[in-house]
Nanobody, 127 residues
Framework: QVQLVESGGGLVQAGGSLRLSCAASGLTFSSYTMGWFRQAPGKEREFVAAISWTGGNTAYADSVKGRFTISRDNAKNTVYLQMNSLKPEDTAVYYC????????????????????WGQGTQVTVSS
């Protein structure tokens, strides 16, 4: 079965950095767009970043542009989210997700289009 396992979350001070990883198994990783989403307490799940199956196309939420970088290693079936200049408002549970799509296109930001989800990893940014 498909498994997406996030890691790398934790507690960090404002201005600090974290690198999240998501290891995928049970699917042909290179056929999937991969996305990162987050959900803060009392809020809806929101798009953070996504990367196409080739790694050549990326998309970011305006709130993280210039601070977060998504990347992938198809040989390791892993997607990463490098988060720099973290702010308290970045505090949330971060989820990775997989969307089957082998087109050369901008990766989708819509959660409903993603087929598989991980369990999430908590990121807490203190002020």
């Amino acid at each position: 079965q498909v498994q997406l396992v996030e890691s790398g979350g934790g507690l960090v001070q404002a201005g600090g950095s974290l690198r999240l990883s998501c290891a995928a198994s049970g699917l042909t990783f290179s056929s999937y767009t991969m996305g990162w989403f987050r959900q803060a307490p009392g809020k809806e799940r929101e798009f953070v970043a996504a990367i196409s199956w080739t790694g050549g196309n990326t998309a970011y939420a305006d709130s993280v542009k210039g601070r977060f970088t998504i990347s992938r290693d198809n040989a390791k079936n892993t997607v990463y989210l490098q988060m720099n200049s973290l702010k308290p408002e970045d505090t949330a549970v971060y989820y990775c997700a997989a969307h089957f799509d082998t087109r050369i296109t901008i990766p989708t930001p819509y959660p409903r289009e993603y087929d598989y989800w991980g369990q999430g990893t908590q990121v807490t940014v203190s002020s």
